[in-house]
């Protein structure tokens, strides 16, 4: 097993009692199971790797077309496709004890049970992997766990008993597409999260004009890409006016500029998503950047920034 | 797979919205290895249209590589006004090619519209192995055409209005020329109506067949899973974890029509 010595510690975070070399993971969804393009991917780089939602069984996934591209985003309609867990485990798992890149499993579910039992699946084995980030919020899938992510009990419930089950990282993943994004953040919290990651995709639709015909599948699919910066940005920044546990911002990240600004808002940690599938090199490159750019900074390190925005009012 | 900093090196248009464009490309050049190959072209730096565009590749020669693209909206419209010395990222090669054209049978390559780059790729092929072939190139008019119709040579054109070639879809000379040939093995890429048509054909006449077709692409790697098509139980298995569907940047983009369903 090959574990490396983190010789950059301005950038390192804190999330649960968990430290990470940097703030800038990859979001599920967007990266696979965190192996698959060796030769464009350095993954060593990256503070964490968050791997495609898993699922108790395979899913195939929606029928075509699932993606769309929009102004300065895209709209995708996967439908959870995924190996399953029981594959997960016996597949992907061994090859995670000798990737030196930290692991976080995301995990999805129709109902608490299947959360419970996923996670105690993989808690009955031996592994590296460094903690779980559980998406309450995915809007592709009818019956994909929305109920969690829309109502703050349900939201409690959940985290509550998947507490009981693990002491690795657990991450609730909040969804955009609901009143008060805080509200459901502090029941994560007062039921036992570690952190929160937000934004998910925001609910949108594409129609072509000439056809007239939607350009998704499933009608509706979830919109990611820099259209939804703004979006995730105020998100991060009113629930880190009221939560006490760390925020992992996503939504829209291509650069090392839109890291500081989710850091400023209120971002423990950062995903980067959509920017993957232009260049899945992205994250290692902005790891890059970002050491540059604090270099250059009034700052001495990314903890001390977040949350620093200046308010205007 | 690698990505690379290309420069352009010719940008022209070759008939009505339709252009070439060559690279300097000694990185994936390198890499490539058959028609039906594709790169994911990013045109502009920024992030007005977040995503690669998925293009067959035309030819190689030595480190250059060409593609053929239709102007279909903005983003093509803004690969048309590239002069050469721009550069231009490409990530490539990617995906699967056509096989087989080689081997004891008499290849009939169809390409229409967009899908005209992997055909003529094929062609290419089929000529410096010298090998006897029929080619069928759909258009809906003249304008868009910028091979001539030679049925002599096997050269076959049609347009939709009969401007050029045969009027109607490239069905009217296909079902002659399957006719007039042994071991017909047809090889297509072109706009869905169209592979639907020959898919069918294929089918029901047993005749092999090859289809590039095209998907919605988010990455081109894998890693998006979105740009699926439905496939027969089973029948590829090579990267697809899925029952179900495939994967064209990963198992395609070319697929036996028998292993396909458009549906």
Redesign the interface.
Known sequence: MKRKISILTKNAVKIGNISFDNPIWVAS????YGT??P??VDVDKLGAIVTKSITLY?R??N???????T????I?S?GL?N?GVD?YIKEMIPIYDNVSTKIIMNIAGTDINEYVEIIEKVESVSSSITGYEINISCPNVKKGGMEFGVDAAMTEELTAELRKRTNRLLIMKLSPNVSDIVSIGMSAQEAGADAVSAINTVVGMSIDSNSGKSNIYTTYGGLS??AIKPVGLAAVHKLFQKLSIPIVGIGGI?SSKDVIEYVLAGSSAVQIG????????TGENIVDQLNQEISDSKWESVKEMIGKVKTLS | ???EKTVILSNNQIADNIWEMKFESPQISQEYIGAGQFINI?PNDD??????RPMSISSVQNSNISIIYKIFGDVTESLSKKNPGDTAEL?GPIGNTFTKWESDVFPILIGGGVGLAPILNLKSQCDSADIDYAIIIGARNSSEQFIDHDPKNKIYLSTDDGSLGEKGTVMVPLEKIIKEHQNPYLFACGPEPMLQAIHDIALNEKIPTQLSVE?????G??????????KNTNSIKEHS?????SLVCLDGPVYEAKDINFD
């Open positions: 969804g967007t990266f696979g698959e393009n030769e464009l395979p195939e996934g029928p075509p077309p699932r993606i769309v591209e102004a300065s985003g895209m995708n996967i496709a190996i594959k890409g820099p291509v959509t920017a993957n599938y232009r260049n899945p090199g | 797979m690698i990505i990013l992030w007005g249209h977040p995503l690669r990530l998907s919605y692409m988010g990455c790697i894998g890693l998006c899973q979105g740009c699926v098509i439905s974890y899925h029952e179900q569907y």
